[in-house]
């Protein structure tokens, strides 16, 4: 079982940059792949960005590609969602999740492959 909690959300405007965390409980951080998501009101959940164990591979969402950057820390049990020129079509829930069975390492979009979420962060991002 891993508790995960996300923090960083905020209100910034088009062309900003924010820093999200998501800090896992638990001592087998590293054995889990780590994803971010998220959903605008209205709107299906939607994949972000993804981390496998040690941060040799990384997926992005095209929306996100070149924007966004995902990153951990296996020793703070830390991973980050590092977001640069943000547009208001980010604005959204942002989630992180983890996947303790390795599913999602060839299908990182897919949510269903995570086992546990946390309780979300609010982005926001004024034109």
Excluded at 64 to 89: A, H, W
Aim: with cysteine.
């Amino acid at each position: 079982q891993v508790q995960l909690v996300e923090s960083g959300g905020g209100l910034v405007q088009a062309g900003g940059s924010l820093r999200l965390s998501c800090a896992a409980s638990g001592r087998t951080f590293s054995s889990y792949i780590m994803g971010w998501f998220r959903q605008a009101p209205g709107k299906e959940r939607e994949f972000v960005a993804a981390i496998s164990w040690s941060g040799g591979s990384t997926w992005y969402a095209d929306s996100v590609k070149g924007r966004f950057t995902i990153s951990r820390d296996n020793v703070k049990n830390t991973v980050y969602l590092q977001m640069n020129s943000l547009k208001p079509e980010d604005t959204a829930g942002y989630y992180c999740a983890a996947d303790d069975t390795g599913g999602s390492y060839d299908y990182p979009q897919r949510a269903y492959e995570y086992d546990y979420w946390g309780q979300g962060t609010q982005v926001t991002v004024s034109s």
